[in-house]
């Protein structure tokens, strides 16, 4: 069983939908790290949080650390949006990061 | 744009060489991170160095190894390369272990 767990593997949604990806991890952790990687693109840090709850923009990230749990929502869907988005968790002494295999999100206008 | 730049893009070897990537970090980062992406997972730790010292380690061989300079700039050395070496490595930079991480492009090893 992986260390951190992301679902659904693949989503699909139409343009303005609200999405919900979630990620629960089983080890002990400093961070949970949502990271955003386009087709062909680069990894771009999202959050980085370890407790309660960050907002950029049309994403929000929400952790419980009693349920070793976070979620990244996104509201109002752009086909922009598409990508892989990728959950990760930093160890307590930040020394490594652990990560999921990532959710494939594709918004269709 | 992270400012995490790596070279080269593309590399193509054959088993048994060795290869060596580079990473150029933002100015006064003093933390970078190597991960290999293998096809349809999520990155996995190399290692990381912290003020060019080795300050953690994944499940890599010794094989992998490191190093990085003054100048916030890093290499990921492979010897022996294996066909299963084969695969993006990204690098990522942060002021600190404590902080956010910013991923370079990556550089995409194929072993031939």
């Known amino acids: 069983k992986n260390e951190v767990e992301q679902s659904p593997q693949n989503l699909t949604a139409q343009e303005g939908e609200f999405i919900t990806i979630n990620c629960s991890y089983s080890v002990g952790i400093s961070a949970l790290h949502w990271l955003q990687q386009h087709p062909g693109g680069g990894i771009v840090s999202l959050f980085m949080l370890s407790s309660g709850k960050k907002k950029h923009g049309r994403l929000i990230a929400t952790i419980n650390i009693q349920e070793k749990h976070s979620s990244l929502h996104i509201t109002a869907s752009h086909p922009r949006d598409s990508a892989v988005y990728i959950c990760a968790v930093s160890s307590y002494n930040n020394n490594d990061m652990r990560f999921g295999a990532g959710t494939r999100l594709t918004v269709k206008p | 744009e992270t400012g995490v730049t790596q070279s080269p893009t593309h590399l193509i070897k054959t088993r048994g060489q060795q290869v060596t990537l580079r990473c150029s970090s933002q100015?006064?980062?003093?933390?970078v991170s190597w991960y290999q992406q293998a096809l349809g997972q999520g990155p996995q730790f190399i290692f990381q160095y912290y003020r060019e010292e080795e300050n953690g380690r994944g499940n890599f061989p010794p094989r992998f190894s490191g190093l990085q300079f003054p100048n916030y700039s890093s290499e990921l050395n492979v010897n022996a390369l294996e066909l299963d070496d084969s695969a993006p490595y990204l690098c990522?930079?942060?002021?600190?272990?404590?902080?956010?991480?910013?991923f370079g492009p990556g550089t995409r090893l194929t072993v031939l």
């Open positions: 100015s006064g980062h003093n933390t």
């Open positions: 990522a930079s942060s002021i600190d272990p404590l902080v956010t991480q910013y």
